[in-house]
């Protein structure tokens, strides 16, 4: 499944539903996520960080923060 900024039109408590139903209904899916919220995709198993159209990192989350001056 493809998500491309799919709650940045609603509020936190839709967001945190729509977040709910798609990590629960999808649980053998693989997902691609566009965002630009931590919330969003805090729990994925990798994140691509990229930058001016190029890939500045790519780790699961708990790595990408534990990176020092990261854009993550």
Sequence with gaps: MILDEATSA???????????????????????????TLNTIVDIDKILAMDDGKTVEFASPRELMQIEHGIF
């Design 10 to 36: 609603v509020n936190i408590d839709t967001d945190r539903r729509i977040q709910q139903s798609i990590r629960e209904e999808f649980v053998d899916s693989t997902l691609l996520v566009i965002a630009h």
